[in-house]
């Protein structure tokens, strides 16, 4: 980051945290209005609209979110945390101008603050500022906001609380979540926190914890209840542990479960082994480098300095880790002393389940219309008028341009013209299997990773790949079971993962690279183990392990349904791109609803052999050294070691007797750097990917509704455009920013009531028009058809295009961290080159190319369109034959 942006931006943070502008009307506009067509008729129905009422209401169709607020509040009732932080979606409109600016006043105030910098700019800068726009402008106040400590129970507590039904639960009469929770100390005691998170891991992580063998493999339930292990971000902590996805005369059994499997650790204690595992866990998350390592130190801190813990002490981990060690050497009953203080002998025991409700949206929305007809009701006709004077103010105040000349910024000219280029060395390894070996400063970690083509895999069997990927790494390998694998993942890795990957080409939108990513870290001197283990997951995966396997089909089928909340809008977006692009049927198969549907219907299979059997099938077109390729990032020092145990990896793949053919006709291969020039930063062969063309494919309009019990709704539209090389690529890149900051936002949140919205284009050549936890459907879709006629007439300034060109680079300029150095061209074939010639296209975008490709691609009847609304019935679209109801 250039250092002048980081002052602008900390200047904005500081002026927007103690100096935003409360005037009532903003208030109306953030939190909640009532709005009706005519004031003088006291019949006229008012409507709820508003940013954060509906984003609460968005927050709430989400069971798990229900459920882990009920345990917060029910199990630490006597102050702070036994509210809704966010706001109770039907508390919101109590909430009135003058509460908010005094809330504001105390909380939001200096003597209320901690600041947080980290990097490598001079701190004294940072100190002066935060003095000179601040600090220096406010008296020093006694805020009054320390959270007392919870007072301890007598005795355990139970309660049970309701739920909207779950349209993709693997068994309906299966939806009750049941968890037991234990109130833990104070989070400012750092040593005892830092031990009791362990504990936790220790209690519920992976298939050798003892929750994970009592509960997940009891087949009683899908997945462990929501938010299951340690809680640190209140004063005190709490673990909880339960399961979902149960009957309700199963309750009682999971909860008895809770208490003996805490008998029997109390009994027996922990393996030496899994304790070892843990704290190689946290030795790799010390030295792994990610770009938001910062922010997450910040996060780390927070709660234990927002309650006067001391936040130097919790980042020495180091001498948390030494101490750990000691106790343990220095009394071996150490942790089972702490189940036994904290778990067994502990009354504050919450016992919380929550099952289904039929009826649960329609009694929310009752009540929220009974709600409103009392606030009618007590209105007089004046306090109307008012009321309806004031929304067109608003009304009139969200239509205005704003002026951002207020705000400081960097120009255009700021913004480094070149992009730094990685230096890449490629090796045949084994013969003829490319390696890619990428040379970071990674801080004694090696990652690695293979990519293996799909391109010979039958039709029948793609639907199963996103499965075989989930479990491949699972089910065991070679001489070890499952839990005997686990055990050495955690030992010698950071992790192994797999993948499916649709790879879009940069020059064609009719071609794309299918297949599937391996990664995984280690630290150095755990290279060989590791790729042994990858050795033996490609040579000798197991797939025989029948009743895990229905186990993580539970908790993955389980996994996707629970995600649907917070990720409506990319369902929606993947299901609308898919007769666009030949890559964009792929996607949904891997990635969009109908895997979702797919895993329930897997999951409730009475007989789950047949699907168990097509993992081998896929195996055979998977798991050898046909059609892969390799990279590797390391340390200078480390690379030869690397180059050796990589050779061997490959050397003891299997390969096919003979050549496979793919199953579609038409394959192209395709060099990352192309010309005969060579490259400075790119030495030996070049890696050739093989890429699937459809030279004959049309696209075609479709639009679907996923009927989904939830109160509101996530929309996609979708425009075919073009790839990555093509110029007007970075016009429309431009183009999503400014239509985001300039048209949409003030159009679907601020009017529409969305809590997010917006226009984005991906490396596939897909734009995408899009809405989050929006109140709307049909009148968002109207939204967009006027922002892309707002973009036709070119209503932006230049300093509009100049604020969007700053906004697209922060993302293209985003710091890349040494672990991920290289990947582009690894994956997608993008080299250095072809990235500087798309920055120089984005710095070239004029006001005249922004109007043209609104035109050429954006309009009605210019390029394909296609759209998807996840949400509730909605009667217009049931009329419309024109729209598919799934």
Known sequence: ??????????????????????????????????????????????????????????????????????????????????????????????????????FHATHYHPSNARFFTYGNFQLEQHLKQIHEEALSKFQKIEPSTTVPAQKPWDEPREFQITCGPDSLAGDPSKQTTVSVSFLLPDITDTFEAFTLNLLSSLLISGPNSPFYKALIESGLGTDFSPDAGYNGYT??????????GIAEKDVQMVRDLVDSTLDEVVRK?????????????????????STSFGLALTSYIASCWNHDGDPVELLQLGNQLARFRQCLKENPKFLQEKVKQYFKSNQHKLTLSMKPDDKYYEKQAKIEAEKLKQKVTSLSLKDK?????????????????????????????????????????????????PVQYCAQPTNGMVYFRAFSSLNTLPEELKPYVPLFCSVLTKLGCGPLDYREQAQQIELRTGGMTVSPQVLPDDAHLDTYEQGVLFSSLCLDRNLPDMMHLWSEVFNNPCFEEEEHFKVLVRITAQELANGIPDSGHLYASIRASRTLTPAGDLQETFGGMDQVRLMKRIAEMADITPVLRKLPRIQKHLLNCDNMRCAVNATVQQMSEAEKVVENFIRSLGRSKKERKPVRPHVVEKAAYNGSGGNAHFRGPQIIRKLITEPTFKPCQMKTHFLLPFPVNYVGECVRTVPYTDPDHASLKILARLMTAKFLHTEIREKGGAYGGGAKLTHNGIFTLYSYRDPNSIETLQSFGKAVDWAKAGKFTQQDIDEAKLSVFSTVDAPVAPSDKGMDVFLYGLSDDAKQRHREQLFAVSHNQLTAVSHRY?????????????????????????????
């Open 235 to 244: 004063r005190e902590a709490y673990f909880s542990v339960g399961l979902q």
């Open 1 to 102: 980051m250039h250092s002048q942006d980081f002052q602008n931006l900390l200047s904005v943070y500081l002026d927007a945290t103690f100096f935003p502008c409360l005037r009532e009307l903003d208030f109306w506009q953030e939190g909640w209005r009532l709005e009706h067509e005519n004031p003088s008729d006291p019949q006229t129905p008012l409507v709820f609209k508003g940013v954060v009422f509906n984003e609460m209401k968005g927050a709430f169709t989400d069971n798990e979110r229900i459920f882990s607020q009920h345990v917060q509040n029910r199990l630490l009732p006597d102050h702070t945390y036994s509210v809704v932080s966010g706001g109770d979606p039907l508390c919101i409109p109590e909430l009135t101008w003058e509460q908010l600016k005094q």
């Open 858 to 886: 954006l309009g009605t009847g210019k390029s394909t369109h296609a759209v998807a609304i996840l949400g509730p019935e909605n009667a217009k679209i049931a009329k419309d034959p024109s729209w598919i109801i799934r």
């Open 269 to 289: 204690g922990f393996e030496d082994d899994r304790i070892e595992a843990l704290l190689h866990k946290i030795e790799i998350q010390m030295k792994h480098q």
């Open 385 to 433: 008028q008012q009321i309806y004077e004031k929304g067109l103010e608003l009304r009139t105040q969200q239509s205005k341009p704003q002026d951002a000349s207020c705000l400081p910024a960097l120009g255009v000219s700021d913004i480094e013209p070149t992009m730094p280029f990685t230096e890449l060395d490629m090796v045949l390894a084994a013969g003829d299997t």
